[in-house]
């Protein structure tokens, strides 16, 4: 990237608390904030698609080729130039997220959920992902009352997510951090702010 914005992700399982915290930074740092799948109108619609409980059956290829073209959409769209601009960018989600579910969850081959990510992201990485790690009790409290499509796929299902995510830090802890999610928002922030000054120092928070 010519520009100096850092890409920042975040990831955890379904009640984790990412999407409170990515806003929380996003807004210490006046960073832009997106999710995925979604942040553009493409995204959205497949959202709209993966997240509704209807009759149609989704396949788990289906899945996953669905996801990466809303990533491919997404990262062409709107995160690279972001980036180039200078501008710092906040994720909800990313390419671990599907590695996590698509992978783990559903029985994906890991290697191709890879390249397939790979593919739509051009390669791009975020400087660091962070995961609000949690028991897998405490996740069923904190679930909406009407679960959609992903968040109702059964317990075994879910375990294999939460699994996956930590996996997937552990192999690579020079871009991930694992974060107590189980505490107070006001905790975890405390937690967050402290290892994005460590990365890339306290101007971060200067903007």
């Known amino acids: 990237m010519s520009g100096n914005g850092r890409f920042i992700v975040f990831e955890g399982g379904e009640g984790c608390g990412k999407s409170t915290q990515a806003?929380?930074?996003?807004?210490?740092?006046?960073?832009?904030?997106?999710?995925?799948?979604?942040?553009?109108?493409?995204?959205e619609k497949v959202r709209d698609l993966l997240l509704q409980v209807g009759e149609q059956e989704l396949r788990p290829r289906a899945e996953l080729l669905l996801l990466a073209a809303a990533r491919a959409q997404h990262v062409d769209e709107l995160i690279i130039p972001m980036l180039r601009s200078g501008k710092h960018v906040i994720c909800d989600?990313?390419?671990?997220?599907?590695?996590?579910?698509?992978?783990?969850?559903?029985?994906?081959?890991?290697?191709?959920v890879i390249v397939a990510s790979e593919i739509a992201t051009h390669g791009l990485q975020a400087d660091v992902t962070v995961l609000l790690d949690l028991p897998f009790a405490l996740s069923l409290e904190r679930r909406g009352v009407v679960p959609d499509r992903i968040e109702a796929a059964g317990e075994e299902f879910h375990i294999r997510v939460f699994e996956g995510f930590r996996a997937v830090a552990n192999a690579d802890p020079e871009r991930w951090e694992i974060i107590d999610g189980s505490r107070s928002v006001d905790e975890v922030?405390?937690?967050?702010r402290e290892l994005i000054t460590a990365r890339f120092g306290s101007e971060m928070f200067s903007r």
């Open 23 to 43: 806003s929380l930074l996003a807004s210490a740092i006046g960073a832009y904030l997106t999710r995925e799948p979604g942040g553009t109108v493409l995204g």
């Open 189 to 192: 922030a405390l937690s967050i």
């Open 93 to 112: 989600r990313f390419s671990g997220s599907t590695i996590a579910y698509q992978g783990y969850g559903r029985g994906l081959p890991i290697e191709d």
